[in-house]
């Protein structure tokens, strides 16, 4: 695993959920066992600036039907705008915590190698591996498209 000591960031997008559970305990501990690193305060001033966009939606505005469960069900174009230059790898999760039955994991993906700058629609970059989500596949699930729960896009960067 790539994974060092560093820091971490999320961003809230409006979201929402398909179903129930939560798959992410072993990316969950990582970040545990990040953020309990000593070397964390060094670092935190970087990463604040690190924002994650989409080109087609805003953030706390609707996810488009297209990237949802009852559209194609494919992942939304993403961009990583300042990523801090020590980063090692990337990993993304895409959850939903206000879900009807408790946190709804959508995504998870790691080893991002750090010069990725994005991720383009339907595509997952090389080199990264895809984690369970909650209905539970290895791949992108996207949320029910009329419901409106707040999800997070988290990216951890050891």
Known sequence: MKWGLSTFLALLLLMSACSI????????NIVSDITDDDNLSNSVSEVVNMKILSPVFEDNS????????QGQD?????????????????????????????TWDHWVLFNIPPDVTGIPEDSVPEESTQGMNSW?????GGPVHHQAHIGIFS????
């Open 21 to 28: 559970g939560d798959k992410t305990d072993i990316a969950k």
């Open 62 to 69: 609707m996810i488009p039907k297209l990237y949802t469960c």
């Open 74 to 102: 494919i992942n939304p174009p993403l961009r990583f705008v300042d990523v801090p230059e020590d980063t090692e790898s990337l990993a993304l999760i895409m959850d939903d915590p206000d879900a009807p039955m408790g």
């Open 136 to 140: 539970p596949k290895n791949s992108y």
């Open 155 to 158: 990216s951890y960067m050891p």
